[in-house]
């Protein structure tokens, strides 16, 4: 499976950005996908993950209400919508592919990484 993130750049406090991931390769509407990032120095992080039907999500607290995660598997994508962005929100972002049913926040389930995109919130 390849993993392919884009729609990363600049944005002011309080401004939006929608990060789009395809996967490729084997039928990816069948996998549960997600959003980590990562600052230099720091761990990488949990932020979204969707479910192989939509129909469940995860929110980590900093990103609930600000953030939405979505998908469209005719196009194998999915969407991180990201509004009132904070300059903490400053990171690269991930999207992570799992070949198992549910969301999971830990690192070690997910198969398959993107190269990144870099998000960078200005105040």
């Known amino acids: 499976v390849e993993v392919v993130e884009s729609g990363g750049g600049l944005a002011q406090v309080g401004g939006s950005l929608r990060l789009s991931c395809v996967a490729s390769?084997?039928?990816?509407?069948?996998?549960?996908m997600a959003w980590f990032r990562q600052t230099p120095g720091k761990e990488r992080e949990f932020v979204s993950g969707i479910s192989w039907s939509g129909r469940n999500t995860d929110y980590r607290d900093f990103a609930m209400g600000r953030f939405t995660i979505s998908r469209e598997n005719d196009k194998n994508t999915i969407y991180l919508q990201m509004n009132d962005l904070k300059p903490e929100d400053t990171a690269t972002y991930y999207c992570a592919v799992t070949q198992f049913g549910t969301v999971s926040r830990m690192l070690s389930a997910y198969m398959a990484w993107g190269q990144g995109t870099q998000v960078s919130v200005s105040s």
């Open positions: 390769g084997r039928t990816s509407s069948t996998y549960t």
